[in-house]
């Protein structure tokens, strides 16, 4: 090339970028191309997620809470017949794991027998529950 020439740039540079590369967004035709972004459309679906999601997690919780207060009736239930056993007449001592049978007499006090109601000739007192000791020493009502 010689020297006195200078090549021609077409692109008019009032409509062009110094720093191109920087700018958030493509500054030419060959960039990708970009749409506005329906914003309430998008949250829209947002909240409908974060709602279904949110109900999800309370539905959960919920049921939970349901097991939770289900299981403490059953303790609780547990804590009263045991403390009824532990105030009836008994002439022996109970062991873990075993049957005994809780009976009421006239007089409306009760007894823990060994002998279930189907092994008397005839049972002098009103048969209640057949109970288990368990190893926490709490009753449980079988059958």
Not at 113 to 137: G, Q
Request: proline fraction near 5%.
């Amino acid at each position: 090339m010689a020297e006195g020439k200078r090549t021609f740039n077409p692109i008019d540079p009032d409509k062009t970028a110094e720093d191109a590369n920087l700018l958030p967004y493509g500054s030419s035709v060959s960039a990708p191309a970009f749409k506005a972004v329906e914003t309430l459309k998008n949250k829209s679906l947002d909240v409908n997620a974060m709602e279904m999601q949110t109900d999800m997690q309370l539905d959960q919780i919920k049921q939970q809470i349901e097991l939770l207060a289900s299981q403490a009736k059953k303790i609780q239930a547990r804590k009263e017949l045991s403390a009824n056993i532990y105030n009836a007449d008994m002439g022996f001592k109970p062991e873990i794991n075993h049957n005994y049978f809780l009976y009421r007499r006239n007089d409306g006090s009760t007894v823990l027998s060994m002998i279930a109601p189907s092994e008397w000739r005839k049972c002098p007192y009103e048969f209640m529950n057949k109970v288990l000791l368990l190893a926490d020493h709490t009753w449980d009502i079988i059958d």
